[in-house]
């Protein structure tokens, strides 16, 4: 089941963790949400990532969230900025594509 975009106010400022892939690639990297708009995610993550790529994303709402099993956000977006956060993980503002 794919979460809504108006449910997206409970997401604001939650702390997700969440898988990530780079393009078309399978190969999948770690990344935890900071906050949630329909139209921007801001993660942090461990993997350095350039500025314009596009990544694929899947983020597995917690019931607690969601109200409902096995919700999920499911967007391609690309990468708008880049900076290291002071834990030394980098911090990204990812533009999300609109569903079609």
């Known amino acids: 089941m794919t ?9 604001r400022q939650a ?3 969440f898988r990530f892939s780079i393009g078309a690639a399978s190969r999948e990297y770690p990344g935890e949400t900071l906050g949630i708009s ?3 995610l801001i993660m942090r993550t461990s993997t350095e990532l ?3 790529l596009r990544l ?5 709402i917690p019931v607690e ?3 409902r099993p096995f919700s999920e956000i499911e967007a391609f977006g690309r990468v708008l900025s880049a900076s290291q956060l ?6 990204y503002q990812i533009e999300l594509e609109p569903r079609h």
């Open 38 to 40: 329909p139209n921007l």
């Open 15 to 17: 702390r997700i963790p």
């Open 3 to 11: 979460f809504l975009p108006d449910d997206l106010a409970k997401l």
């Open 56 to 60: 694929h994303i899947q983020i597995g």
């Open 86 to 91: 002071p834990d030394g993980l980098f911090g």
């Open 65 to 67: 969230l969601s109200g």
């Open 50 to 52: 350039q500025v314009g």
